[in-house]
């Protein structure tokens, strides 16, 4: 259930009829599952997720009439998905989910978790507002949170096979070499503990979006602030 909310940020940009009560359904599900899943993602986030997936689609699936109302109404939500994502208790969740581990996992868990809720704030910060969300300056301190927390998830650790998701978000998000070379390295760590074919994906996506940060804006693919809209309809998953 996890596969399909993470899957979401990048799949089709419309659900399909009925698909809210669903979702719903779907939450319940993975709040109950969650004690048992080695995502390290609280249902609190993915549900999160899954919200802010609905404004990848078109401004006239919105049932808005201004263009300008469109754009208030993403602005408004996206900022209300951050706050409940930034104010959700992570200790008070590691501790509650850890215990049924056959090792006290409770640190590694924090870390994975707080990488997935500065992933969540800079994916609702593009596919909400397409970067009006965050400045320069917020995207880069999220970045780096994601990478000192799941630089602390090395190789022989359980939850590496978590960390696919908020280490593609870093990597999409940064254009600092260093943190670029991180991110593969970190996916290509994690290929080493589950051979998955999305994640030499993944990590070619990732090239392909560094590559175009650095043609002139007419050539190239998609701006970094809409690599979201790029991403959509491609035949790929990230989880």
Known sequence: MGYYVLGSAFSSPKPPPGDENQHLKLIEMLERGELNSYLSCPANFLQAILLASHFT??????SLDDPKDAQQ????????????VNSFDLNAWAAGVQGLALQNDYRSR??????HRSAICLYIN???????????????TLVADIIDHLS?????????KSTSWPTFIAGIE??????????????????????????????EMLG????????????????????????????????
């Open 126 to 140: 593009r596919v909400v507002s397409g970067g009006a969300l965050l400045d320069g300056s917020s995207v880069k």
């Open 174 to 203: 940064t254009k600092d070499p260093k943190q670029q070379r991180w991110a593969v390295d970190h996916l290509s760590a994690l290929w080493g503990m589950l051979p998955w074919g999305y994640l030499h994906t993944a990590m």
């Open 73 to 84: 109404y993403r602005l408004q939500h996206g900022l209300e998905l951050m706050e409940r």
């Open 208 to 239: 392909m979006m560094w590559q175009s940060d650095k043609e002139p804006p007419a050539q190239s693919v998609a701006g970094r602030d809409g690599w979201p809209r790029h991403l959509l309809g491609k035949d790929w998953i990230v989880v």
């Open 57 to 62: 689609r078109p401004v006239d699936d919105l």
């Open 152 to 160: 602390l998830i090395r190789p022989g650790n359980h939850l590496l």
């Open 110 to 115: 924090l870390h994975v978790a707080s990488a």
